[in-house]
T-cell receptor, first 114, second 113 residues
Framework: KQEVTQIPAALSVPEGENLVLNCSFT??????LQWFRQDPGKGLTSLLLIQSSQREQTSGRLNASLDKSSGRSTLYIAASQPGDSATYLC?????????????FGTGTSLTVIP | DAMVIQNPRYQVTQFGKPVTLSCSQT?????MYWYQQKSSQAPKLLFH???????NEADTPDNFQSRRPNTSFCFLDIRSPGLGDAAMYLC????????????FGDGTRLSIL
């Protein structure tokens, strides 16, 4: 069964810093990897989706990379802002006969200090 | 905007009293998922529907059931909620086929008295 790990579990940085969040997975047979943001008490907001054939995706200050062979993905946040404070979750999508199967990490809780 | 809508946002029920959570979507996606998320934990898949086909995860308690009367709606029924069932319940949808992203609702926070 696919296992997804996110390191660190929590991260606190001063405003303006660049930072990297890590996600690793045990089974490289994936369709895609999706990064989400979750604010306290809210649902998940999709940030970036990387297909298995892609190496990276960018959206604004966010850049996600994927190294499928080594089972790793990173989310790079440039010039962090207090509004970036949230929990960031990665999820890998594997094939299933009955629809795609998604496996989540436990997330990295990010605090950006003004 | 097309979206996934969960109602209610907050639900309080009594220990042992059945409760139903609702999810609707305007995305016309084949697949609908229900997740349970407890504090500081990863979302845990309970079950999903591929069109009308129901797929239960092996470790989902019998206490949890689901209905999908049509493409747009899916319900989560908890027959006899226990204190351990207090959690955030997340509904998500996706198209069928490899590589399709998931779209989530805002969740329902369930509290048990």
């Amino acid at each position: 069964k696919q296992e997804v790990t996110q390191i660190p579990a929590a991260l606190s940085v001063p405003e303006g810093e660049n930072l990297v969040l890590n996600c690793s997975f045990t089974d490289s047979a994936i369709y895609n990897l999706q990064w989400f943001r979750q604010d306290p008490g809210k649902g998940l907001t999709s940030l970036l989706l990387i297909q298995s054939s892609q190496r990276e995706q960018t959206s604004g200050r966010l850049n996600a990379s994927l190294d499928k062979s080594s089972g790793r993905s990173t989310l790079y946040i440039a010039a962090s802002q207090p509004g970036d404070s949230a929990t960031y979750l990665c999820a890998v999508c594997s094939a299933a006969n009955t629809g795609n199967q998604f496996y989540f990490g436990t997330g990295t809780s990010l605090t950006v200090i003004p | 905007d097309a979206m996934v809508i969960q109602n209610p946002r907050y639900q309080v029920t009594q220990f042992g009293k059945p409760v139903t959570l609702s999810c609707s979507q305007t995305l016309n996606h084949n697949v609908m998922y229900w997740y349970q998320q407890k504090s500081s934990q990863a979302p845990k898949l309970l079950f999903h529907y591929y069109d009308k086909d129901f797929n239960n995860e092996a470790d989902t308690p019998d206490n949890f059931q689901s209905r999908r009367p049509n493409t747009s709606f899916c319900f989560l029924d908890i027959r006899s909620p226990g204190l351990g069932d207090a959690a955030m319940y997340l509904c998500a949808t996706s198209r069928a086929g490899g590589g399709q992203p998931q779209h989530f609702g805002d969740g329902t926070r369930l509290s048990i008295l």
